[in-house]
Protein backbone atom coordinates (compact mmCIF):
# COMPACT_ATOMS: atom_id res chain seq x y z
CA UNK A 1 0.00 0.00 0.00
CA UNK A 2 1.58 3.49 -0.89
CA UNK A 3 1.49 5.94 1.82
CA UNK A 4 3.57 8.68 -0.07
CA UNK A 5 1.36 11.54 -0.52
CA UNK A 6 2.69 12.11 -4.00
CA UNK A 7 1.90 8.73 -4.84
CA UNK A 8 -1.15 8.77 -3.38
CA UNK A 9 -2.02 12.01 -5.45
CA UNK A 10 -1.15 10.22 -8.61
CA UNK A 11 -2.85 6.94 -7.76
CA UNK A 12 -6.27 8.91 -7.14
CA UNK A 13 -5.37 10.82 -10.14
CA UNK A 14 -5.35 7.21 -12.29
CA UNK A 15 -8.87 6.91 -11.06
CA UNK A 16 -8.42 5.21 -7.33
CA UNK A 17 -10.45 6.50 -4.85
CA UNK A 18 -8.87 4.78 -2.05
CA UNK A 19 -5.80 6.99 -2.52
CA UNK A 20 -8.12 10.23 -2.28
CA UNK A 21 -9.71 8.65 0.69
CA UNK A 22 -6.37 8.24 2.51
CA UNK A 23 -4.92 11.77 1.95
CA UNK A 24 -8.59 12.72 3.32
CA UNK A 25 -8.06 11.27 6.32
CA UNK A 26 -4.77 12.06 7.09
CA UNK A 27 -5.50 15.72 6.94
CA UNK A 28 -9.16 16.06 7.19
CA UNK A 29 -8.25 17.38 11.42
CA UNK A 30 -5.28 19.55 10.52
CA UNK A 31 -8.12 21.40 7.91
CA UNK A 32 -10.88 21.19 10.69
CA UNK A 33 -8.87 22.69 13.42
CA UNK A 34 -7.56 25.45 11.51
CA UNK A 35 -10.80 26.63 10.27
CA UNK A 36 -12.08 26.13 13.82
CA UNK A 37 -9.18 28.48 15.27
CA UNK A 38 -9.61 30.63 12.08
CA UNK A 39 -13.33 30.94 12.40
CA UNK A 40 -14.53 30.65 15.86
CA UNK A 41 -17.35 28.11 15.73
CA UNK A 42 -17.87 24.52 14.60
CA UNK A 43 -20.73 25.45 12.10
CA UNK A 44 -18.54 27.73 9.79
CA UNK A 45 -15.53 25.32 10.08
CA UNK A 46 -17.77 22.16 9.51
CA UNK A 47 -18.79 24.27 6.36
CA UNK A 48 -15.27 25.14 5.02
CA UNK A 49 -13.64 21.87 6.00
CA UNK A 50 -16.14 20.54 3.60
CA UNK A 51 -15.26 22.83 0.69
CA UNK A 52 -11.42 22.25 1.28
CA UNK A 53 -12.00 18.47 1.05
CA UNK A 54 -14.00 19.13 -2.32
CA UNK A 55 -11.55 21.49 -3.50
CA UNK A 56 -8.79 18.51 -2.63
CA UNK A 57 -11.23 15.60 -4.85
CA UNK A 58 -11.94 18.65 -7.50
CA UNK A 59 -8.12 20.36 -8.14
CA UNK A 60 -5.73 17.51 -6.45
CA UNK A 61 -5.45 17.54 -10.85
CA UNK A 62 -3.90 20.98 -10.52
CA UNK A 63 -1.07 20.02 -7.96
CA UNK A 64 2.54 20.49 -9.54
CA UNK A 65 4.88 18.72 -7.05
CA UNK A 66 7.04 21.80 -6.34
CA UNK A 67 5.63 22.05 -3.38
CA UNK A 68 4.62 19.54 -0.28
CA UNK A 69 0.42 18.74 -0.18
CA UNK A 70 0.50 19.97 3.15
CA UNK A 71 1.72 23.31 1.91
CA UNK A 72 -0.79 23.40 -0.87
CA UNK A 73 -3.80 22.14 1.18
CA UNK A 74 -2.99 25.19 3.79
CA UNK A 75 -2.90 27.51 0.96
CA UNK A 76 -6.23 26.32 0.16
CA UNK A 77 -7.66 26.27 3.63
CA UNK A 78 -6.39 29.60 4.59
CA UNK A 79 -7.74 31.33 1.30
CA UNK A 80 -10.88 29.63 2.35
CA UNK A 81 -11.25 30.63 5.19
CA UNK A 82 -10.52 34.81 4.97
CA UNK A 83 -12.81 34.74 2.16
CA UNK A 84 -15.46 32.92 4.37
CA UNK A 85 -14.59 35.66 7.02
CA UNK A 86 -15.21 38.36 4.47
CA UNK A 87 -18.51 36.66 3.39
CA UNK A 88 -19.42 36.53 7.16
CA UNK A 89 -18.77 40.06 7.67
CA UNK A 90 -21.12 41.16 4.84
CA UNK A 91 -24.07 38.37 5.96
CA UNK A 92 -23.90 40.15 9.35
CA UNK A 93 -23.21 43.62 8.03
CA UNK A 94 -26.77 43.72 5.93
CA UNK A 95 -28.51 40.97 8.99
CA UNK A 96 -29.01 38.48 6.50
CA UNK A 97 -27.73 35.57 9.25
CA UNK A 98 -30.57 34.72 10.95
CA UNK A 99 -31.05 34.78 15.08
CA UNK A 100 -31.39 30.58 14.90
CA UNK A 101 -28.37 30.09 12.90
CA UNK A 102 -26.43 32.38 15.27
CA UNK A 103 -27.59 30.58 18.29
CA UNK A 104 -27.06 27.03 16.57
CA UNK A 105 -23.33 28.34 15.92
CA UNK A 106 -22.55 29.12 19.72
CA UNK A 107 -24.53 25.68 21.20
CA UNK A 108 -23.66 23.03 18.47
CA UNK A 109 -20.18 21.84 18.55
CA UNK A 110 -17.94 18.81 18.69
CA UNK A 111 -16.32 19.35 21.68
CA UNK A 112 -18.32 17.53 24.54
CA UNK A 113 -16.49 17.76 27.87
CA UNK A 114 -16.36 21.55 30.23
CA UNK A 115 -13.07 21.93 30.17
CA UNK A 116 -12.40 21.74 26.67
CA UNK A 117 -15.06 23.67 25.99
CA UNK A 118 -14.19 26.62 28.25
CA UNK A 119 -10.24 26.47 27.01
CA UNK A 120 -11.58 26.91 23.01
CA UNK A 121 -14.22 29.60 24.42
CA UNK A 122 -11.09 31.30 26.02
CA UNK A 123 -9.49 30.86 22.35
CA UNK A 124 -11.88 31.64 20.38
CA UNK A 125 -12.03 35.04 22.76
CA UNK A 126 -8.28 35.53 22.39
CA UNK A 127 -8.10 35.05 18.54
CA UNK A 128 -11.57 36.90 17.80
CA UNK A 129 -9.84 39.79 18.83
CA UNK A 130 -7.15 39.98 16.01
CA UNK A 131 -7.71 40.99 12.26
CA UNK A 132 -8.01 37.67 10.23
CA UNK A 133 -4.74 38.52 8.69
CA UNK A 134 -3.18 38.61 12.46
CA UNK A 135 -4.84 35.39 13.28
CA UNK A 136 -3.97 33.73 10.34
CA UNK A 137 -0.13 34.42 11.32
CA UNK A 138 -0.67 34.07 14.81
CA UNK A 139 -2.53 30.72 14.72
CA UNK A 140 0.33 29.36 11.69
CA UNK A 141 3.20 29.84 14.02
CA UNK A 142 1.88 29.16 17.52
CA UNK A 143 -0.29 26.38 16.74
CA UNK A 144 0.96 24.80 13.62
CA UNK A 145 4.59 25.61 14.41
CA UNK A 146 5.49 26.69 10.97
CA UNK A 147 8.34 28.87 10.06
CA UNK A 148 7.78 32.36 8.41
CA UNK A 149 9.13 31.07 5.15
CA UNK A 150 6.85 27.62 5.47
CA UNK A 151 3.45 30.60 5.91
CA UNK A 152 5.15 32.62 3.16
CA UNK A 153 4.68 30.04 0.46
CA UNK A 154 0.91 29.08 2.04
CA UNK A 155 -0.49 32.89 2.22
CA UNK A 156 2.28 34.30 -0.39
CA UNK A 157 2.67 37.37 1.50
CA UNK A 158 6.32 38.14 2.18
CA UNK A 159 8.36 36.76 5.32
CA UNK A 160 8.85 40.93 6.31
CA UNK A 161 4.86 41.61 6.33
CA UNK A 162 4.51 38.25 7.87
CA UNK A 163 6.78 38.94 10.69
CA UNK A 164 5.05 42.30 11.34
CA UNK A 165 1.68 41.14 11.51
CA UNK A 166 2.56 38.54 14.03
CA UNK A 167 4.20 40.97 15.90
CA UNK A 168 1.32 43.11 16.24
CA UNK A 169 -0.90 39.55 17.07
CA UNK A 170 1.78 39.41 20.37
CA UNK A 171 0.61 42.87 20.87
CA UNK A 172 -2.76 42.84 21.38
CA UNK A 173 -2.35 39.44 22.85
CA UNK A 174 -0.26 40.66 25.31
CA UNK A 175 -2.24 44.17 26.02
CA UNK A 176 -5.23 41.66 26.60
CA UNK A 177 -3.49 39.95 28.86
CA UNK A 178 -2.29 43.20 30.74
CA UNK A 179 -5.68 44.21 31.20
CA UNK A 180 -6.77 40.91 33.00
CA UNK B 1 -0.17 46.69 33.29
CA UNK B 2 2.36 47.36 30.39
CA UNK B 3 5.78 46.94 30.82
CA UNK B 4 8.41 49.11 29.03
CA UNK B 5 9.89 45.93 27.86
CA UNK B 6 6.85 44.30 26.04
CA UNK B 7 8.00 45.76 22.48
CA UNK B 8 11.52 44.70 22.81
CA UNK B 9 10.05 41.00 23.83
CA UNK B 10 7.98 40.76 21.08
CA UNK B 11 10.13 41.84 18.54
CA UNK B 12 12.32 39.35 19.57
CA UNK B 13 9.70 36.52 19.68
CA UNK B 14 8.73 37.94 16.18
CA UNK B 15 12.23 37.67 14.90
CA UNK B 16 11.96 41.41 14.28
CA UNK B 17 15.47 42.37 15.47
CA UNK B 18 18.40 42.09 13.40
CA UNK B 19 21.59 40.02 14.51
CA UNK B 20 23.39 43.01 16.84
CA UNK B 21 19.91 43.84 18.05
CA UNK B 22 19.06 40.36 18.86
CA UNK B 23 22.67 39.57 20.35
CA UNK B 24 22.06 42.85 22.62
CA UNK B 25 18.87 41.53 23.77
CA UNK B 26 20.22 38.23 24.49
CA UNK B 27 23.09 39.37 26.63
CA UNK B 28 20.52 41.91 28.64
CA UNK B 29 18.46 39.19 29.38
CA UNK B 30 21.17 37.10 31.45
CA UNK B 31 22.05 40.05 33.45
CA UNK B 32 18.97 41.94 33.94
CA UNK B 33 16.55 40.18 36.40
CA UNK B 34 13.42 42.54 35.56
CA UNK B 35 13.66 41.66 31.41
CA UNK B 36 13.99 38.16 32.68
CA UNK B 37 10.99 38.14 34.66
CA UNK B 38 8.86 39.75 31.82
CA UNK B 39 10.07 37.62 28.87
CA UNK B 40 9.46 34.23 31.00
CA UNK B 41 5.82 35.82 31.75
CA UNK B 42 5.25 37.37 27.94
CA UNK B 43 6.89 33.81 27.10
CA UNK B 44 4.51 31.55 29.21
CA UNK B 45 0.98 33.33 28.35
CA UNK B 46 1.58 32.40 24.68
CA UNK B 47 2.30 28.76 25.68
CA UNK B 48 -0.79 28.90 27.87
CA UNK B 49 -2.93 30.15 24.85
CA UNK B 50 -0.78 26.98 23.01
CA UNK B 51 -2.24 24.53 25.45
CA UNK B 52 -6.02 25.85 24.69
CA UNK B 53 -6.43 22.69 22.19
CA UNK B 54 -9.04 20.79 23.39
CA UNK B 55 -7.80 17.28 24.18
CA UNK B 56 -10.99 15.15 23.41
CA UNK B 57 -13.25 15.79 20.55
CA UNK B 58 -16.29 14.19 18.91
CA UNK B 59 -14.75 10.83 17.05
CA UNK B 60 -17.64 10.49 15.05
CA UNK B 61 -17.74 14.04 13.53
CA UNK B 62 -14.46 12.94 11.72
CA UNK B 63 -15.51 9.58 10.49
CA UNK B 64 -18.71 10.80 9.29
CA UNK B 65 -16.84 13.61 7.85
CA UNK B 66 -15.43 12.24 4.44
CA UNK B 67 -18.85 10.02 3.82
CA UNK B 68 -20.66 13.65 4.03
CA UNK B 69 -18.31 15.20 1.43
CA UNK B 70 -18.77 12.29 -0.44
CA UNK B 71 -22.53 12.70 -0.44
CA UNK B 72 -22.50 16.62 -0.83
CA UNK B 73 -19.94 16.08 -4.27
CA UNK B 74 -22.61 13.70 -5.35
CA UNK B 75 -25.86 15.01 -5.41
CA UNK B 76 -24.20 18.69 -6.56
CA UNK B 77 -24.42 17.42 -9.94
CA UNK B 78 -28.31 18.68 -9.82
CA UNK B 79 -27.19 22.00 -9.40
CA UNK B 80 -24.83 22.14 -11.93
CA UNK B 81 -25.23 25.68 -13.52
CA UNK B 82 -24.97 26.38 -17.58
CA UNK B 83 -22.23 28.96 -18.34
CA UNK B 84 -25.27 31.57 -19.22
CA UNK B 85 -26.51 31.34 -15.84
CA UNK B 86 -22.89 32.22 -14.52
CA UNK B 87 -23.07 35.36 -16.59
CA UNK B 88 -26.20 36.12 -14.52
CA UNK B 89 -25.03 35.44 -11.36
CA UNK B 90 -22.32 38.09 -12.40
CA UNK B 91 -24.55 40.68 -13.22
CA UNK B 92 -26.58 39.74 -9.88
CA UNK B 93 -23.76 40.73 -7.99
CA UNK B 94 -23.60 43.91 -10.02
CA UNK B 95 -27.10 44.36 -9.13
CA UNK B 96 -26.14 43.81 -5.18
CA UNK B 97 -23.63 46.55 -6.16
CA UNK B 98 -26.03 48.90 -7.53
CA UNK B 99 -28.68 48.02 -5.15
CA UNK B 100 -25.85 49.51 -2.05
CA UNK B 101 -25.82 52.27 -3.95
CA UNK B 102 -29.43 53.06 -4.67
CA UNK B 103 -30.71 52.65 -1.28
CA UNK B 104 -27.64 54.57 0.11
CA UNK B 105 -29.43 57.73 -2.27
CA UNK B 106 -32.61 56.97 -0.43
CA UNK B 107 -34.06 55.75 -4.44
CA UNK B 108 -36.03 52.40 -3.35
CA UNK B 109 -38.00 52.55 -6.40
CA UNK B 110 -35.15 51.93 -8.74
CA UNK B 111 -35.61 49.52 -11.83
CA UNK B 112 -32.89 47.06 -11.96
CA UNK B 113 -32.39 46.00 -15.47
CA UNK B 114 -28.94 45.93 -17.54
CA UNK B 115 -29.45 49.42 -18.99
CA UNK B 116 -30.28 51.26 -15.89
CA UNK B 117 -27.35 48.95 -13.31
CA UNK B 118 -25.07 49.85 -16.38
CA UNK B 119 -26.02 53.27 -16.57
CA UNK B 120 -25.72 54.21 -13.03
CA UNK B 121 -22.76 52.90 -12.39
CA UNK B 122 -21.42 55.17 -15.66
CA UNK B 123 -22.90 58.21 -14.12
CA UNK B 124 -21.75 57.65 -10.06
CA UNK B 125 -18.44 59.99 -9.07
CA UNK B 126 -15.87 57.67 -9.01
CA UNK B 127 -14.35 59.57 -5.98
CA UNK B 128 -17.49 59.40 -4.17
CA UNK B 129 -18.03 55.81 -4.50
CA UNK B 130 -14.33 54.62 -3.58
CA UNK B 131 -14.98 56.69 -0.77
CA UNK B 132 -18.77 55.43 0.26
CA UNK B 133 -16.73 51.73 -0.25
CA UNK B 134 -13.60 52.62 1.83
CA UNK B 135 -15.93 53.88 4.52
CA UNK B 136 -18.77 51.34 4.46
CA UNK B 137 -17.50 48.40 3.20
CA UNK B 138 -13.65 48.02 3.88
CA UNK B 139 -13.11 44.79 4.88
CA UNK B 140 -15.53 42.76 2.38
CA UNK B 141 -14.34 41.50 -0.78
CA UNK B 142 -16.48 43.92 -3.08
CA UNK B 143 -13.61 46.45 -2.20
CA UNK B 144 -11.25 44.70 -3.70
CA UNK B 145 -13.97 43.61 -6.82
CA UNK B 146 -14.88 46.96 -7.10
CA UNK B 147 -11.04 48.98 -6.69
CA UNK B 148 -10.03 46.67 -9.58
CA UNK B 149 -12.16 48.27 -12.18
CA UNK B 150 -11.86 51.06 -14.33
CA UNK B 151 -14.86 53.39 -12.95
CA UNK B 152 -14.74 55.74 -16.60
CA UNK B 153 -15.61 51.90 -18.45
CA UNK B 154 -18.26 50.90 -16.51
CA UNK B 155 -19.98 49.07 -19.27
CA UNK B 156 -17.35 47.12 -20.00
CA UNK B 157 -16.16 46.53 -16.33
CA UNK B 158 -19.70 44.49 -15.76
CA UNK B 159 -18.31 42.26 -18.33
CA UNK B 160 -15.11 41.72 -17.72
CA UNK B 161 -14.93 41.91 -13.84
CA UNK B 162 -17.93 40.93 -12.10
CA UNK B 163 -18.99 37.91 -15.00
CA UNK B 164 -15.87 36.87 -16.67
CA UNK B 165 -13.73 36.70 -14.29
CA UNK B 166 -14.86 33.66 -12.96
CA UNK B 167 -11.81 33.11 -10.24
CA UNK B 168 -13.48 35.92 -7.99
CA UNK B 169 -16.93 35.23 -8.71
CA UNK B 170 -16.42 31.42 -7.16
CA UNK B 171 -15.65 32.40 -3.76
CA UNK B 172 -18.91 34.52 -4.00
CA UNK B 173 -21.23 31.74 -4.94
CA UNK B 174 -23.42 29.38 -3.29
CA UNK B 175 -22.16 27.14 -5.99
CA UNK B 176 -18.88 28.52 -5.17
CA UNK B 177 -17.38 24.45 -5.28
CA UNK B 178 -19.14 23.89 -8.66
CA UNK B 179 -15.73 24.85 -11.09
CA UNK B 180 -17.44 27.66 -12.79
CA UNK B 181 -15.65 28.68 -16.52
CA UNK B 182 -17.40 29.67 -19.68
CA UNK B 183 -18.79 32.38 -20.35
CA UNK B 184 -22.24 33.62 -22.38
CA UNK B 185 -24.96 35.77 -22.74
CA UNK B 186 -27.39 36.45 -20.52
CA UNK B 187 -31.59 36.21 -21.62
CA UNK B 188 -34.17 37.84 -19.77
CA UNK B 189 -35.36 34.60 -18.14
CA UNK B 190 -32.04 34.34 -16.85
CA UNK B 191 -31.96 37.55 -15.42
CA UNK B 192 -35.44 36.81 -13.73
CA UNK B 193 -33.86 33.87 -12.58
CA UNK B 194 -30.91 35.74 -10.62
CA UNK B 195 -33.29 38.14 -9.07
CA UNK B 196 -35.37 35.42 -8.35
CA UNK B 197 -32.31 33.87 -6.69
CA UNK B 198 -31.26 36.90 -5.06
CA UNK B 199 -34.75 37.75 -3.36
CA UNK B 200 -35.02 34.18 -1.61
CA UNK B 201 -31.33 34.20 -0.43
CA UNK B 202 -32.95 37.56 1.15
CA UNK B 203 -29.85 39.53 -0.16
CA UNK B 204 -32.41 42.21 -2.32
Redesign the interface.
Known sequence: MVNNDNELIKSFLNGNQEAF?IL??KY??KI??HTRRMLGNHLDA?EV???V???M??KLATFKFDSSLFTWIYSVTTRRCL?YI??R??KR??S?ESAEISERKSSED????YE?KE??M??DK?LDKLPAKQREVFILR??EELS?EEISKITGKSVGGL??N??HA??K???M??EE | ???NY??II??Y????LDENERNNFESELEKNSVLKNRFEA?SK??ED??????????SG??AN??P??RE??DTRSGKMISGSVQKALGFGLAVVLVMIIVLQNGDESYDFNLESVTSLLESTNSAELNEFIEIR?S????YYLISEIDLENYSNAINEQLAINSDEFY??SEY??L?LDGISDISESEESEIYSSLID???L
Open positions: NANKQYWDTQELIVYDNKKNVFFIIVKNDKLKLINFYKSYFLKITENN | MKNDDLKLSDLVNLIKQLTPKDSDYFLLKVRMYDIELDYSYGKKI
